[in-house]
């Protein structure tokens, strides 16, 4: 038999893809880069998604079978959309690359594994209600737990859980630094926490942690299992490496042991969830980890004009701990920022609510503009303004800051004393108490009903008989509110009637019920300082009301199609882009918050916030902010400008005169 050798022509010799038309000199540098450890700094608007989804085309055009890739993304979605683009690009199927969110691998992981951790494969994976459903069972079952009435509620015991195991901390340490209302419930809470874990694992349980924390631990105890997925996984890349906590960053390292084939992409000026769990030590400290790690950068933006892109770079270089790199624009000159001082927050509303509507008669889509601050109660005069307006918009952060359930529990207080036949009102009011349900509220509301004036007929006496012994305290406390709300001198004070809700019961209910308790506080102290405005409850109920605020009809009956303004907290913005960007509240104390500048590194993620905040808009950036404010007594207060606005140098910014006109068809005569 004769022998023949067919000669394999390299992939290396023949790309199908003509990459240097396609990549710039930096995109291209990485994406042909060769093995080891590579770490990519993405500036903001630099492709990083076009970078990532070519280097995994080029592996596999160089002949590295698809099954030995590990894409790693932080939503499913991008992950999706990375590998549909690399077929399209090269023609083959990617359907054997490993590809999702660290969640999503973990659970493959764990299907085939968790027998060696105790776990039957066909496991269940709790959400977040379950969770906290779960946790609220344990509660209940424990009769010395079960008494406390300031203990936390299910949807926080899950937050101090699962930030716990996100961080590597204990609960106890949590607590300390995040929930120090709860020390004297410590040792309840940690014996929860190590009754829920015992208890996920007997009924072949696992949240959303767990797929994290029992891969780690896989990887960890278990060597055969660690060489064999290091092994699997030649090539390992993730995106997004900035928002990593520290069990992903634990994970990536035991999963690189054998080849050490990483390439991380992210961006440190862009790391801004430590609320979550991120660990900005993991990218920034990434060359400690990985002394060997070759470092690429991205600094040529395809998304903002010049004079953004100044004023960005030039905010940014004040932070200490970060690679630096400045941004370049590929686009041409385009109009300087603009910085605007308003006399009040209402004033603020007006002008960016009036300038909206110049933008939009000068041609620019209501979908191409963006209003941004740094919390969700920032947004609450500019919502009404807007509503006023008739200007459509949409609320990224959350839902619309009067349909919150803290802000409708308040207002619901004073919507009985405004008018004590308000049925609704009584019953959300009613149940907020511990062991009213919807029956009890009934019960009392038809009492209080069958009397011609329900606020004069209150007998606390007679209304306790239809409560449960165990309901009977937060009932008196309840119609104890309601007697302070109702004092002759409240009824032109809607400020105060709020202050009162808050003091007496409600702000320790949020502490026990939401984890974001701080931030609802805000809110509440927001609109607490907006009624100052009014002189009685009854006209600022209705001001709520004929703005639509209170309702949701105009909501409903909006067409899907119907452009709107975006309003958006800064967070829930990153990875977005405008044309037209609006930062409002740019005081100090508000951006940075004054809660943020507390914490470990706070000034400096709260000016990577603004640098995020910045980098959205293409062409036009607007920074905002009023001269006056309230302070927490609801007085006025000078405010002044955000250190972030102060410390840049070189004015890469106009400073705009407002000036006050009156239109005399707005009055009547």
Not at 3 to 31: F, G, P, R, W
Not at 91 to 106: A, E, V
Request: glycine share 6%.
């Amino acid at each position: 038999m004769q022998k023949y050798t067919l000669k394999i022509a390299t992939k290396s010799d023949n790309y199908c893809i003509d990459y240097a038309k396609h990549l710039n000199s930096e995109q291209m540098q990485v994406v042909t880069a060769r093995e080891g450890v590579i770490l990519v700094i993405a500036g903001a608007g630099t492709g990083k998604t076009r970078t990532v989804t070519y280097r995994v085309a080029r592996l596999m055009e160089s002949g590295i079978p698809p099954e030995k890739i590990l894409l790693v993304t932080f939503t499913n979605k991008a992950s999706r959309e990375m590998l549909r683009r690399v077929e399209s690009l090269i023609g083959s199927s990617t359907k054997k690359i490993w590809g999702g969110t660290f969640h999503h691998i973990g659970n493959l992981i764990l299907k085939k594994e968790a027998h060696l951790l105790g776990y039957q494969s066909n496991y269940s994976i709790l959400d977040q209600e379950d969770a906290k459903n779960l946790l609220g069972d344990l509660v209940a079952g424990s009769e010395a737990i079960s008494k406390d009435k300031w203990f936390p509620k299910g949807s926080v015991l899950a937050g101090i859980i699962s930030f716990a195991t996100n961080t590597q901390k204990t609960v106890k340490e949590v607590i300390v630094e995040r929930y120090p209302f709860f020390a004297k419930q410590t040792d309840k809470i940690e014996q929860i926490a190590i009754d829920y874990f015992r208890r996920k694992k007997k009924m072949n349980l696992m949240d959303f942690d767990d797929l994290l924390l029992n891969w780690k631990i896989l990887l960890e105890n278990f060597s055969e299992i660690r060489d064999h997925y290091s092994q699997k996984f030649s090539y390992i890349l993730v995106d997004e490496y900035q928002d990593t906590n520290l069990i992903q960053a634990d994970i990536i390292d035991l999963l690189t042991s054998h080849h050490r084939n990483l390439m991380a992409v992210g961006d440190d000026s862009q790391s801004i969830y430590s609320f979550r769990g991120a660990n900005f030590a993991n990218i920034i400290d990434f060359p400690k980890r990985y002394p060997d790690a070759k470092i690429f950068k991205l600094e040529t933006n395809y998304r903002s004009t010049p004079e953004i892109l100044n004023l960005s770079n030039l905010s940014i270089a004040h932070n200490q701990r970060q690679f630096p790199k400045t941004l370049k624009a590929s686009r041409a000159s385009g109009a300087i920022p603009a910085l605007v001082a308003l006399g009040d927050t209402l004033k603020q509303a007006d002008f960016v609510s009036q300038r909206i509507l110049e933008l939009q008669d000068e041609g620019i889509s209501l979908n191409d503009i963006s209003v941004l601050y740094r919390a969700h109660y920032h947004s609450m005069e500019l919502q009404m303004e807007l509503t006023r307006k008739g200007i459509p918009f949409e609320v990224r952060s959350g839902l619309k800051f009067f349909e919150q359930a803290h802000i409708k529990d308040v207002t619901a207080f004073l919507r009985i004393i405004v008018n004590p036949f308000d049925e609704l009102a009584w019953k959300r009011s009613l149940k907020l108490y511990p062991r009213v349900g919807h029956a009890t509220a009934g019960k009392i509301c038809k009492y209080l009903f069958s009397k011609k004036e329900p606020l004069r007929a209150i007998d606390t006496n007679e209304l306790v008989r239809l409560v449960s012994a165990r309901a009977k305290e937060g009932i008196i406390k309840f119609f104890n509110i309601i007697e302070e709300l109702k004092a002759p001198e409240m009824l032109n004070s809607p400020s105060g009637m709020i202050d009162i809700v808050i003091k007496n019961g409600y702000q320790d209910y949020l502490k026990g019920k939401y984890t974001n308790y701080e931030s609802r506080m805000d809110d509440l102290n927001q609109l607490a300082g907006f009624a100052v405005n009014y002189q009685t409850t009854e006209d600022f109920l209705r001001e709520l009301t004929l703005t639509g605020i209170l309702t949701t009809e105009e909501i409903s009956s909006q067409s899907n199609e119907e452009e709107r303004v975006t309003l958006s907290s800064i967070h829930q913005a990153k990875g977005l882009e405008w044309l037209t960007v609006f930062i409002i509240w740019c005081a100090e104390g508000r951006f940075p918050l004054a809660r943020g500048l507390e914490e470990n590194g706070g000034e400096e993620e709260e000016r990577r916030l603004f640098y995020v905040a910045t980098t959205r808009a293409k062409d036009e950036l607007y920074l905002c902010f009023p001269l006056m404010g309230e302070s927490r007594n609801y007085t006025e207060i000078l405010l002044k400008p955000s250190r972030f606005i102060k410390e840049l140098e070189g004015s890469p910014y106009e400073e705009w005169m407002i000036e006050e006109s009156y239109d005399l068809n707005d009055f009547s005569y």
